[in-house]
T-cell receptor, first 114, second 112 residues
């Protein structure tokens, strides 16, 4: 299957700082990338959908000014958590899809805000 | 009501046991259905798609009942390595890309 990487795999930051998470499709061109968040013992919740070269579409309740998504190329999308707070601590997972519509997931990034 | 509902478990079964998971979904317009497996602190991985006719992949059998909006997964002869959280996933196609809705998962522990 296709490979998606995420960087960093885990990060600890102080409250009020910003954190950028990268999602890369390594062996395919991801026309669409999805960003999910998963809190402990809960399901993956879709945060936003981004198509290469256009603005992301955010799910209801997700602040677009807090979670900045950039999908400038077919192999890279970034999620920036701005002014992070402890309640933003979570497992962030991206996935990419090409014209086959199969979603390929990255290994996730565990964010802890202290 | 959640769009996809699962029994959270946990299910603790001995090796070799048969175990079944159930899932219901609320959106009758849902297009496709899947079971994913998620290990602790890892990303979900596709286990199998679910078809109305029922499908089998080795020890795993999936069933879909569209009329009842019900999906099931049966694991036979369970192995220690089957211990994981099993996610029921439903696809609602939006625009040109799939959008997956995940259940909260059913935790399985296979005991030696």
């Amino acid at each position: 299957g296709a490979v998606v990487s995420q960087h960093p795999s885990w990060v600890i930051c102080k409250s009020g700082t910003s954190v950028k998470i990268e999602c890369r499709s390594l062996d395919f061109q991801a026309t669409t990338m999805f960003w999910y968040r998963q809190f402990p013992k809960q399901s993956l919740m879709l945060m936003a959908t981004s198509n290469e070269g256009s603005k992301a579409t955010y799910e209801q309740g997700v602040e677009k000014d807090k979670f900045l998504i950039n999908h400038a190329s077919l192999t890279l999308s970034t999620l920036t958590v701005t002014s992070a707070h402890p309640e933003d601590s979570s497992f962030y997972i991206c996935s990419g899809t090409s014209f086959s519509y199969e979603q390929y997931f990255g290994p996730g990034t565990r964010l802890t805000v202290t | 009501r959640k769009e996809v509902e699962q029994d959270p478990g946990p299910f603790n079964v001995p090796e070799g046991a048969t175990v079944a998971f159930n899932c219901t979904y609320s959106n009758s317009a849902s297009q496709s259905f899947f079971w994913y497996r998620q290990d602790c602190r890892k990303e979900p991985k596709l286990l199998m798609s679910v078809y109305s006719s029922g499908n089998e992949d080795g020890r795993f059998t999936a069933q879909l009942n569209r009329a009842s909006q019900y999906i099931s997964l049966l694991i036979r002869d369970s192995k220690l390595s089957d211990s994981a959280t099993y996610l029921c996933v439903v696809n609602r196609v939006s625009g040109s890309a799939r959008q997956l809705t995940f259940g909260s998962g059913t935790q399985l522990t296979v005991l030696p």
